[in-house]
């Protein structure tokens, strides 16, 4: 696979601590992409996902499928956040 997986988050949530003190911002993945890979690179992304989305604000994961035979391109715990137009482009 040349596609990174990347992740598109939601806006920071404040967290608090057990104690109710506010812990810092925690950003929850709202959509999983697949995005091709630089042009003359291995690991940077390029600017738009498989769907055409941009790619600026979104986090590169550190799932590797080519690490993993037989296993999804993306994360299973993410499995009902994929998005359906990036897959599809895997899948073809």
């Known amino acids: 696979m040349s596609e990174i997986v990347v992740y598109e988050l939601d806006k920071p949530v404040a967290t608090r601590s057990s104690t109710g003190v506010p812990s ?3 950003r929850r993945v709202r959509k999983v992409h697949a ?3 630089a042009p003359g690179t291995r690991t940077a ?8 989305k941009d790619t600026f604000a979104m986090e590169a994961a550190d ?3 080519s690490e ?5 391109w993306y994360p299973a715990e993410y499995a009902s ?3 359906p137009d990036c897959d ?4 073809t």
Do not use: N, S, Y
């Open 81 to 83: 956040v994929v998005c």
């Open 24 to 26: 810092g911002a925690e």
């Open 63 to 65: 799932w590797k499928p």
């Open 45 to 52: 992304t390029g600017p738009r996902t498989l769907c055409g």
């Open 88 to 91: 599809a482009v895997i899948d």
């Open 35 to 37: 995005a091709p890979v």
């Open 68 to 72: 993993r035979p037989g296993a999804r």
